[in-house]
């Protein structure tokens, strides 16, 4: 009776979906938990490559079922264009049966998006660096207590409902940004959304799981964005409006905490981090560069170029520490074949204190990154098989993170292809 959690450790695009996708044959339920459509979760099989931004990754296996779940906000217009893409490739989910949606998830609406962009907008410099999808103003609503639920599509009343809140976004954007605007053509697209929802199992999925769980069926919760974006333990602002920790799979999908087994937390062998906010081990130089090139590090979902830095293990620990941690994947080895030497931060210079882990401020007082250098290892590490074909400094690098880190690395990721995972 158990689920296990899937989350990202760093600032997200850690490899999350491509992950799930590995791991997916293990489960009979892929639940997402929380985020929207600011995800982009890339899997690659067989010569294709999707991204995902609300689905979860475990569509392309037969026999598991994906719920998207109740910490999920759904704007039905991305979720329409993300269904519609994946039918044109001979994916037709509705064919499929294989996605359910919860009742309780909340809905995001046209005029969330408009408030997000005309919020950043009005920041300038001091900009989120949002993924303008909507999400900041949707959980404000939610918390607010203003929110619509997917539930609440099926209601005699919904249009008016929809009305009410589109009425009071579009006061707040006149008053606070002196905007206004014509939703006539969106709204259209948005209603077509809301009957392709319809079409969908729509669920209570707090139910739903612990039926599952009851069966002794598995369960894998996908977490989005990463841990460093968290809404409490992130470098607040600049974090995303959800709990991308283990925590929030609780809250997200109405599971106890005693029911969650292995939390598996993904970290790439560097870092990155799109939008703006702290980033104490960024490259502003032509290994910054390299390491954008070499892992095409461009957004999956609004391919903007991410920000590149070393390895960030004083981040890592906190993030292992929020979550509880228990097997690490390590993705994106093969980035760092081309590097003659690699460096990990292991601690930060802090106002003149050596500390190792993170603290509270890292906006104003700026952590200097303390670095150790590794050998690399120079060589094509993409078509490996076996753990014993991992070259000896890679197999060093990853020893010195597994002490580091005290939790064990059980994948490494040495490629964007599904089979490009090794069991350590
Ligand atoms: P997610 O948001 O955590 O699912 O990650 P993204 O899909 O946004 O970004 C990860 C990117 O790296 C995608 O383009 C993946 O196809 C790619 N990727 C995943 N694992 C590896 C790996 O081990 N090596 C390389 N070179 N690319 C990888
Ligand atoms: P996946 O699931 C990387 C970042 C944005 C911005 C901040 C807030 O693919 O790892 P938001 O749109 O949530 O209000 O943006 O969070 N961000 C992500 N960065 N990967 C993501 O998702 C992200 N989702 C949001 O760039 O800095
Ligand atoms: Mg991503």
Redesign the pocket.
Known sequence: MAVDVLL?LQ????G??KIVDVLSPEFDLIARFQ??P????TLEFEGKKFVLNTIPSGIFLENTMNLIGNGVVIDPIALKRELDQLKKSGYDLLTKKNLLISKKAHLLLPTHTVL?TASEGKMGHNK??????G??PCYMDKTGRNGLRIGDITLPDFRERYQNLVRKHASILQAFYGTTIDFSEIEQAFFEGIELLKQFPLVDSEHLIHDYLKQGKKVLAE????TL?DIDFGSYP?????NTITAGACTGLGINPKQIAEVIGIFKAYS??????PFPTELQDENGDKLRNQGREY????G?P?RTGWIDLPALRYAILINGVTQLVLTKADVLSHFETIQICTHYNYNGEIIDHMPYDISTIAPTPILKEMPGWQQDISQIKDAVQIPPQLQDYIRFLEEQLEVPVKYLSVGPDRLQTLVL
Do not use: C, M, P, Y
């Not at 600011?38 to 979760?41: F, I, Q």
């Open positions: 990202g600032w997200g695009d850690e999350k979906g985020g929207g600011n995800a982009g979760h997000d989120i660096g949002s993924t303008l999808k999400i900041g977490g989005a964005q990463g974006l600049f974090v995303t409006s959800s990155t981090r799109v939008g703006n906010g957004g999956a979902n609004t903007r991410r």
